[in-house]
């Protein structure tokens, strides 16, 4: 029998009524179901708020408030085989925000977040074997998810997770996504890991295909929070998506593809709400046509730090001394760029500020230039960055509409282009080139 397995984020797990479409959802599919799912929505947040800053709440209090929100999305927890083993997780994450709170460990607090996994597993389990489905909490831990790394931005162990992988047989498992165990204890895989989650797991037992549900239609040719009205792609390559999910977060982790690749696996994004809609379909090239842009990706407000480096500096120790402080701080660099007597960073704006006193304070690296806010257009199509009539097409678009434009330094990819403008022209560089590419919808 094929394998087909469905992965809900929390975005598609913050009401009732989307209790109720995830449930028809699985019903109406065929073959062997495998369940994925997020934490409900705002369930993490809310305990890494807990975590984090202090808060003055109690943390029986704060757990008690966490139970009553999904008791009234599905209160069939409260009857269910789980009830105690909800009780219990409950109670697990006091303990390990007590820990945490008296002596800080990065692994701890990896155990506190997964609980908003565990709660979700327990709880969607329930609402489909109350509904006539029988389903099973099926939790990382248990069931052989293994992966490399510690803290938020572990990997999965692809080859040990495939080896260990022990699915509970009879019942759909409803699999808890974003964490998974390492060689010392719990970690996780960082913002939209549940994605990656659902794709290592149907690579382990050779699904037959992937859907992402969630709470909008499929890829748009640019992101909604641009609120333009962009073209929805009826598919993408696997390297198209990889792409643009760097640039169009929140929608897809940029590792997801990876699993599916070699298998050729299809992964499919629809709407949770709109099951008669195909959404976007993810899967191997197939270059048909000439090349063309595809979709644009936009990381706004970056802000440039640069070094000019003397010949007695070196460029690598310099390069990585500045990564190393910067990711002990979890702070993500969107771009690099280096070369001899020259090194160039681009970090979010909301981020500039904390990364300008780490690094003014490295003994080993020159004070910083803090340049000006830019953001970073990433223009994705398969073969476009070979294709010099493409290159021009872009550039005189932006010269002809005013907006100033240079391409980056980047070593250039087949698939992608990379862009630089100042984020004051962010919103009207993405309208007039989004136009000229054909890339809204009429």
Not at 62 to 67: C, G, K, L, M
Not at 84 to 113: G, K, M, N, Q, W
Not at 231 to 254: C, D, G
């Amino acid at each position: 029998m094929t394998i087909h397995v469905h992965k809900f984020g929390g975005s598609c797990l913050s009401a009732v009524e989307d209790i109720d479409a995830v449930v028809e959802r699985i019903r109406e599919s065929d073959g062997q179901k495998v369940v994925v799912v997020s934490a409900f929505r705002g369930i993490t947040d809310r305990i890494i708020e807990q975590i984090d800053f202090e808060s003055t709440t109690p943390n029986e209090a704060f757990t008690a408030s966490i139970e009553l929100e999904h008791l009234e999305r599905v209160p069939e927890i409260a009857t269910s085989p789980w009830c105690i083993r909800f009780a219990d997780t409950l109670h697990h994450l006091s303990s390990c925000l007590e820990s945490y709170r008296e002596l800080p460990d990065i692994e701890v607090r990896a155990d506190a977040l997964a609980c908003g996994e565990r709660l979700s597993s327990l709880a969607i389990a329930a609402a489909l074997d109350a509904r006539g489905i029988p389903a099973i909490p099926a939790w990382s831990e248990d069931i052989g998810i293994r992966l490399i790394g510690r803290g938020e931005d572990a990997r999965v162990d692809a080859a040990r997770t495939k080896e260990s992988l022990q699915l509970p047989s009879g019942s759909i498992p409803v699999i808890t996504g974003w964490y998974g165990v390492t060689k010392t204890g719990f970690a996780l895989l960082g913002r939209g890991g549940s994605d990656l989650t659902a794709t290592a797991v149907a690579a382990a037992v050779d699904a037959s295909s992937v859907t992402i549900w969630r709470d909008v239609e499929g890829v748009l040719a640019l992101s909604p929070r641009w609120t333009l009205p962009a073209r929805n792609l009826s598919n993408l390559s696997y390297t198209e998506a990889a792409e643009l999910a760097v640039f169009s977060q929140p929608m897809l982790h940029p590792s997801a593809v990876e699993p599916l690749r070699e298998l050729g696996v299809p992964l499919n994004l629809r709407p949770l709400h709109s099951p008669e809609d195909d959404g976007t379909i993810i899967g191997p090239s197939i270059r048909l046509e000439s090349p063309c842009v595809r979709a644009v990706g936009c990381l706004p407000r970056q802000v440039q730090f640069s070094w000019s480096l003397s010949g007695a500096i070196s460029l690598t120790e310099c390069v990585t001394d500045a990564m190393s402080a910067l990711a002990r701080a979890r702070i993500r660099v969107s771009s690099i760029h280096a070369q001899p007597g020259n090194v160039r960073l681009l970090i979010s704006s909301r981020m500039a500020a904390r990364a300008r006193r780490i690094l003014s304070d490295q003994p080993s690296l020159p004070t910083p230039e803090i340049g000006d806010s830019v953001s970073i257009l990433c223009f994705v199509g398969e073969g476009i960055g070979d294709d010099c009539d493409i290159w021009g097409t872009i550039a005189k678009h932006a010269e002809s509409s005013g907006i100033d434009f240079q391409f980056s330094e980047q070593e250039p990819r087949p698939h992608a282009i990379h862009a630089l403008v100042p984020a004051t022209q962010t919103e009207w560089a993405l309208q007039t080139l989004c136009s000229a590419l054909d890339l809204l919808s009429q």
